[in-house]
């Protein structure tokens, strides 16, 4: 397949994560040092900028502004919720011809593949060249292919850090504390929470993620149980927690731009088990709840060094792949390698239509019950979330 010559777009969709702009400038540095990309243009606001051809020249941008940019959280070219139909990818297709876009690099979920997946089809079928790669992103963790998402390990280590704050203030003054973590249909975040337990008797006591059913009955026992075993109990829930049959448990009735009922936007499903434990084990019980909300994709200076290095990588993966002249579209993905105990990170390419539309759950050997997730899991997440705080205890020396 020859070199391929023209102009580069990049876009960022979907939620934003603390390291997605290391992608953006790992795309930007890595399209400067090749002779097939003229010109680097960032479309504000994803897809939808490119169908309004609302373009900003990314090129002009000094090196000292990119490393800056590098290290701020959430989408420097804003971010959309839009999935575009097929008339709209057309419509963009004919923005690319305008403007002699031959490389696309959309930063993003399985959303974002998918819509590179239809722009893909419609060159494909219009005979138009245009390379077309998904970056991968998101704190969720739920993408196929990949061994885990560039932003999750530093949403991860947040999680973790703040249960175990959560932990000692618990301790401090016990009682039972809630709190909810991201996580639609996946429980990879809540599981991050895990790492929280340095000592036997340390929260999170119990860890409820959406792979399991959940029911008010099994909740109401869990938090006695662990209650009586410690006089305090602290819970790890996902907002995607549900009864059998995939049931929600709680609805605001509200909706997103996607359709989805809207989980983090409120302290709701947190107040609701609050008052469920009132209820159901005594009004007199000191019962508190907290939504990380979405301080757990955006909070700035705390992020996984291992997650920022890798995400600047997947960008640069993403140009020399594209540029290599070989593949025509892909996703990035990350693998896992380990040597002499060490972990190590691998970057490679897939096809778009292996991480289009569908998510990835949790893996099943990671649960433990109901309500836990096993020990093993300390081993996949450790390498991702780096340097971790460590919290120190008195020895309570009687006299």
Same mark, same amino acid.
């Given at each position: ?24 400038? #790992? ?13 680097? !243009?960032?479309? +504000?606001?994803?897809?939808?900028g ?23 959280? %959430? ?13 709209? %990818? ?7 011809k305008?403007?002699?876009?031959? &490389?696309?690099? !959309?930063? #993003? ?5 998918? /819509? ?25 963790n ?6 885990? %998402?560039?932003? &999750? ?12 704050g ?6 401090s ?51 006695d ?5 410690? *006089?305090? %109990?602290?819970v ?6 549900h ?19 809207? +989980?983090?936007?409120? *302290? ?5 088990? $609050? ?18 909300g !979405? ?25 020399? @792949? $594209? ?8 996703s990035? &993905? ?6 002499? #105990?060490?972990?190590?990170? /691998?970057?490679?390419?897939?096809e ?9 759950d +949790? ?16 081993? &996949? @997440?450790r ?8 919290? *120190? ?7």
């Amino acid at each position: 397949m020859s070199i391929l010559k023209g102009n580069a777009l990049i876009g960022q969709s979907g939620g934003p994560t603390c390291v997605i702009n290391q992608s953006l400038v #790992g795309l930007i540095q890595e399209a400067a040092g090749t002779d097939a990309i003229h010109r680097v !243009y960032g479309a +504000l606001h994803g897809i939808a900028g490119v169908l309004a051809e609302d373009f900003i020249d990314l090129g002009k941008e000094s090196n000292e502004t990119l490393e800056k940019v590098a290290l701020t959280p %959430c989408a420097a070219l804003r971010s959309v919720r839009k999935k575009p139909t097929r008339e709209e %990818c057309e419509a963009a297709l004919e923005v690319f011809k305008k403007h002699d876009i031959r &490389y696309f690099f !959309y930063i #993003g979920g399985n959303d974002s593949a998918e /819509t590179a997946h239809i722009l893909n089809e419609l060159a494909v079928e219009q005979g138009y060249e245009v390379r077309l790669f998904h970056v991968p992103k998101t704190i969720d963790n739920d993408l196929r292919v990949t061994d885990h %998402c560039p932003g &999750y390990g530093s949403a991860a280590k947040f999680v973790a850090s703040a249960f175990m704050g959560d932990n000692q203030d618990n301790r401090s003054l016990p009682g039972i504390k809630i709190d909810v973590v991201m996580g639609r249909h996946a429980g990879w975040l809540t599981a991050a929470s895990l790492l929280a337990r340095e000592h036997a008797d340390d929260g999170p006591h119990l860890i409820y993620v959406p792979e399991v059913d959940f029911t008010i009955d099994g909740f109401l026992g869990d938090v006695d149980r662990m209650y009586q075993k410690h *006089g305090r %109990c602290l819970v790890a829930v996902s907002e995607g927690v549900h009864g059998p049959g995939g049931e929600p448990i709680f609805s605001t009735g509200e909706v997103d731009s996607h359709g989805n009922v809207q +989980l983090s936007g409120s *302290g709701a499903l947190g107040d609701f088990l $609050a008052a469920k434990v009132k209820d159901g084990l005594g009004k007199g019980l000191r019962v508190r709840a907290d939504t990380f909300g !979405y301080l757990q994709r955006s909070f700035a200076g705390y992020y996984s060094e291992v997650d920022a290095a890798e995400a600047r990588e997947v960008g640069r993966t993403a140009v020399r @792949v $594209a540029t290599g002249g070989e593949t025509p579209h892909g996703s990035i &993905y990350i693998g896992r390698e380990t040597e002499d #105990g060490q972990y190590r990170a /691998t970057f490679n390419v897939t096809e778009l239509k292996n991480v289009a539309k569908e998510t990835r759950d +949790l893996d099943a050997g990671f649960l433990a019950g109901t309500s836990d997730i096993d020990p093993s899991f300390l081993d &996949y @997440v450790r390498p991702l979330v780096g340097k971790m705080p460590s919290a *120190g205890r008195l020895s309570d020396f009687g006299i």
